[in-house]
């Protein structure tokens, strides 16, 4: 009975609460259910391999059901990015033009990540523009501003989760092509990249 409940909790629980009520389990097996009843008697063989054998099987359930749920969850990450990856694929061949694409690029990271964006583009003379573009969902400081400028010209990431103007609460992206930098994209980060969230920012941000 002991085993089935412990067999079942290792199905729903992490591994913290799986030891502790494989130990408090062990105990009262030990205490109650082993002669001499009421005295701890783990020690003597007999009771030692049974307790042994008893905690070691959830402990081997907790082992593969957290590397199941390890692929599991990881599974559904790569999921993830390829949905997104093809969903805004799919949207940037039904547009044209540069108002059209920030619109479906702002739906795409609000839908992805959950992140609000802004968008500071390079004008007709080459140089940034000092105001975030209509679509953007964001709206910028400026000193905020300037950072971007800095991005636009060094063609550098900048704010949050980089290397220059940590202290920041937003991220600065340069909007690079081959030969130039076409602007600045500014998100507002709920949380750090992990690994596969951080290919997918900069996948998207490419496209």
Known sequence: LFLL?????SLLFPSGPIIM???????????IYTSPYWEFSLFTPNNFLLILLFISIPFINTIFTSRFRRQEEQSRRREHVTNTMLKLSKNLSFVSGNIEVQKVAVQTIKEGFGFNCAFMLKNKNGVLS???????????TPEEREIAEWVFATRRAAGRSTDT????????YPLNSLRMSLGVIIIKMGHPFNADEELLWITLKRQ
């Not at 409940?5 to 909790?9: A, D, G, K, P």
């Not at 000092?130 to 910028?140: A, D, G, P, Q, V």
Request: proline share 0%; aromatic share 8%; hydrophobic share 45%.
């Open 130 to 140: 000092k105001e975030e573009s209509e679509y953007s969902t964001l709206s910028l």
């Open 5 to 9: 409940v412990l067999s079942v909790q």
């Open 21 to 31: 009520s494989t130990l408090i389990s062990a105990i009262i097996l030990d205490l």
């Open 165 to 172: 103007f940590m202290a920041e609460e937003k991220s600065f």
